[in-house]
């Protein structure tokens, strides 16, 4: 619009000038006489230029506008995202590994305490297994209220319990044990003599006071027993059930009798056997069964061997415990009793006491109490695990 301002003064101007002339104002220029003599000819030109001008006007406002485009407001782009920089993960070449000695990995829970602190109700004595059933673990536990039986279908991982119920009191049970024929049935050794679970219960299959009680897989209904703690001139003896018992002793030294009693896995016609302590020097006796016994030399231990002995069912090795220490023999059937040789198994930090062993697929399983907790060992006795028995730990 500013182009059109001189055109719009020049306008004003003349029209001014007009309504001068009709409203009969005077204006006096300075000019000379000769300016006023020519006004209407400088109106008459003013017209003719205003008409000039106003026809330019029309033209121009006829002509299109051009629009100025809209400013289309500037709009920062966002900032760049920056690319994430690629993960390098650093390559490192790891060192060859130090050689170290395996030693025994042992986890010993409180002694006699469950994890709570309260006692344990119940402590195992003895874990049975037969091959006949490979997958079938047999747990006896003792407690304050006596003894029960628990079972395990699935090898330890969980168990239910059998017997609760039994046939005497409990100061007159001396021994338990499979029946190695049937191990569903198991039998008890008790001060009035021998009973016998069967499907329906308990059944007495001889009524001689016996210390401990076992048969073999091949002759079912020949028992092999002992009598009972105390001096005795017959400690071992054996019978057909219901017959009468014959002496199966002879040359088996002993001060007590005999308090263990088993028969090798490998070759059942070869029986171990261990006296009461009473008896100095070695308590490990071998027999056979003619009823003919041998004395084994014992470990070169501080102190005697304990009570309970475990027989590998896969190469026939002999486990025997003395307090702390486990003890295996790789010979105890050599000829030559006085060539059986031992080793030094596993040094516990914790008393040690075994409870019998497994060969399930052949592979040997050793069960054993560490400080009153039952665990088992696949190597021997070297690494232990603990065996999760319902009441034990």
């Not at 049975?128 to 003894?147: D, E, M, Y």
């Not at 059944?203 to 020949?222: I, W, Y």
């Not at 027993?225 to 003896?237: H, L, N, Q, R, S």
């Not at 025997?320 to 000829?335: D, F, K, M």
Request: charged share 10%.
């Amino acid at each position: 619009m500013s182009r059109f301002r001189p055109l719009a003064a020049l306008l004003l101007l003349a029209l001014g000038l007009m309504a001068c002339q009709l409203f009969g104002f005077e204006i006096r220029p300075k000019a000379t006489p000769t300016a006023t003599a020519n006004l209407p000819a400088t109106i008459a030109l003013l017209v003719t230029a205003n008409s000039q001008l106003a026809a330019q006007v029309s033209t121009l406002e006829a002509r299109p506008t051009a629009t100025a485009p809209e400013s289309t407001p500037t709009v920062a782009p966002p900032p760049a995202t920056p690319s994430p920089l690629p993960t390098v993960t650093p390559t490192v070449t790891p060192l060859p590994p130090t050689p170290i000695s395996p030693q025994p990995v042992i986890i010993l829970p409180t002694p006699t305490a469950s994890p709570t602190g309260t006692p344990v109700p119940w402590q195992v004595t003895g874990v049975f297994f037969s091959p006949k059933l490979p997958n079938r673990l047999v747990a006896l536990q003792t407690g304050a209220t006596g003894r029960r039986l628990l079972t395990s279908n699935d090898y330890g991982q969980h168990w239910a319990t059998l017997i609760t119920g039994w046939p005497v009191e409990p100061g007159c049970i001396n021994s338990f044990n499979l029946d190695y024929h049937n191990p569903e049935l198991f039998f008890l050794a008790t001060c009035q003599g021998i009973y016998h679970w069967t499907t329906v219960g308990w059944k007495q299959e001889q009524t001689k006071p016996v210390g401990a009680v076992t048969n073999l897989p091949e002759q079912p209904r020949l028992l092999w027993a002992t009598e009972p703690f105390g001096p005795t001139d017959v400690p071992v003896i054996q019978a057909a059930a219901g017959e009468t018992w014959a002496p199966a002793s002879r040359y088996l030294e002993h001060s007590n009798g005999v308090a263990r009693l088993m028969f090798d896995p490998i070759d059942p016609g070869r029986l171990f056997a261990v006296v009461w302590p009473d008896f100095p020097g070695s308590l490990l006796r071998r027999g056979a069964n003619n009823g003919q016994w041998a004395t084994l030399p014992g470990p070169p231990a501080s102190r005697p061997i304990d009570l309970n002995i475990s027989i590998d069912g896969v190469s026939g090795a002999l486990y025997v415990t003395t307090g702390a220490q486990l003890w295996r023999s790789p010979n105890p059937n050599s000829p030559d009793a006085g060539a059986v040789s031992w080793e030094l198994v596993f040094d516990s930090p914790q008393p040690i006491t075994l409870l019998g062993g497994s060969w399930p697929n052949r592979q040997w399983v050793l069960f054993a109490n560490l400080n009153n907790v039952p665990h088992y060992s696949r190597d021997g006795g070297k690494n232990w695990e603990l065996l999760p028995v319902p009441g034990s730990f």
